[in-house]
């Protein structure tokens, strides 16, 4: 069975701090997504990795697919309110189809 | 393109009940997946359809639970009858070549 498990499990900084949150598993897989979900909305797509090492920006988010591609790492830079959600990772499952397995989540407070 | 419509947002009914929740996937997308989140256990993958076939249906709790998808447009999701521990938010996500899912607003179901 394909897991990931993701830490901390929840996160509560300041306003401008910045924070890591992780992705991990036993398993290889092909790609990583993450995804941000809102209170009362569902999860939105942020971005997918591909190639062992890679790591892409999306303006103060930093994500780094691990070499081995059995883990993934989120970096916050100067966190804002906006940032707060929760955050999940997800990963293809073998055989699966474009089924997905999803981590157990970070939820993230960001305080003013 | 409006994104994965569901509906209802809310739906409150009484246990023994017989519930359907509805979803709209995006245009193109050929693939349809059915979540169940809560607390307790997160997102599960009730169901999932490609090109409007059930591909694997053995997340569905019960035989109390059954999806339909009769087009590429349409797809329902019904618990009869219903129990309060069916209460949860219910996701509808769609995809075109996995590399990321598109959820919907989800249906909160309270099961009383």
């Known amino acids: 069975t394909q897991l990931l498990e993701q830490s901390p499990q929840f996160l509560s900084i300041q306003e401008g701090e910045n924070l890591t949150v992780y992705c991990n598993s036993s398993?290889?897989?092909?790609?990583l997504q993450w995804y941000r979900q809102e209170p009362g909305e569902g999860p939105v797509l942020l971005v997918t990795v591909v190639t062992g090492g890679e790591v892409k920006k999306l303006k103060r988010l930093t994500f780094q697919f691990g070499d081995a591609r059995k883990d993934s790492s989120l970096h916050i830079t100067a966190a804002q309110p906006g940032d707060t959600g929760l955050y999940l990772c997800?990963?293809?499952?073998?055989?699966?189809?474009?089924?997905?397995?999803f981590g157990t989540g970070t939820k993230l407070q960001v305080i003013p | 393109d409006a994104g994965v419509i569901q509906s209802p947002r809310h739906e409150v009914t009484e246990m023994g009940q017989e519930v359907t929740l509805r979803c709209k996937p995006i245009s193109g997308h050929n693939s349809l997946f059915w979540y169940r989140q809560t607390m307790m256990r997160g997102l599960e993958l009730l169901i999932y359809?490609?090109?409007?076939?059930?591909?694997?249906d053995s997340g569905m709790p019960e035989d109390r639970f059954s999806a339909k998808m009769p087009n590429a447009s349409f797809s329902t999701l019904k618990i009869q009858p219903s129990e309060p521990r069916d209460s949860a938010v219910y996701f509808c996500?769609?995809?075109?070549?996995?590399?990321?899912?598109?959820f919907g607003s989800g249906t909160r179901l309270t099961v009383v």
């Open positions: 997800a990963g293809p499952i073998s055989g699966g189809y474009q089924k997905v397995t």
């Open positions: 996500a769609s995809t075109q070549g996995g590399f990321g899912y598109t």
């Open positions: 359809f490609n090109n409007n076939v059930p591909i694997d």
């Open positions: 398993s290889v897989f092909s790609s």
